[in-house]
């Protein structure tokens, strides 16, 4: 095997392919990673939530990294790496025509909304959700590939 550096034009393709990223944020110098269901256009990412630990922290501390990774041929691997800044896009005037934009680039994968509208059973369950982009700074990308 051997490991190659991947153009960005293949990174945001593996980007636009993925439904799910693993989201990391850090609050104190605890890091905590989630995953989440995530929609590219641009050079953001879009996302919803209920509100919970990972809101809080990214409010707090809205430098974040994303990962994804798709299988390659035989035992090989494609992984990107995302640097970027938490935006929150509110229910108010301002954020309108980016909340709808989220909608519908979520949308486009069935029950997106579930794993990020539900909470466990036994949890108080918010009524609010939110819709929020993480604006890419850096993309790095690596594959292996057999020699
Ligand atoms: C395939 C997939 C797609 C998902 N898509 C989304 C999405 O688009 N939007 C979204 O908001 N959520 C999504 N989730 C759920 C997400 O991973 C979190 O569980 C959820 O968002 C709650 O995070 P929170 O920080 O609000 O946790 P809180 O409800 O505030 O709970 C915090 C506590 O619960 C623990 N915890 C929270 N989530 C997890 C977890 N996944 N695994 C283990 N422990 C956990 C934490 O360690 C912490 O102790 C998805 C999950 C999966 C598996």
Redesign the pocket.
């Known amino acids: 095997m051997i490991i190659r550096e991947l153009s960005q034009q293949a990174c945001l393709e593996i980007l636009a392919a993925a439904r799910?990223g693993r989201l990391a944020c850090a609050s104190d110098g605890q890091p905590?990673v989630?995953?989440?269901?995530?929609a590219l256009a641009q050079h953001s990412l879009y996302?919803?939530?209920?509100?919970?630990?990972?809101?809080d922290w990214m409010r707090q501390n809205p430098k974040v990294c994303l990962q994804v990774d798709q299988a390659g041929r035989g035992d090989g691997w494609k992984s990107v790496v995302v640097t970027g800044t938490y935006e929150e896009l509110p229910d108010r005037i301002g954020s309108k025509l980016e909340r709808e934009h989220a909608w519908s680039l979520l949308s486009k994968h069935a029950n997106?909304w579930e794993?990020?509208g539900l909470?466990?059973v036994t949890?108080d369950i918010p009524a609010e959700h939110l819709f929020y982009r993480i604006n890419m700074d850096t993309v790095t990308g690596r594959e292996s590939v057999p020699e």
């Open positions: 799910v905590y989630v995953p989440i269901t995530i996302s919803f939530s209920l509100p919970g630990q990972k809101i997106w794993p990020g909470k466990p949890a």
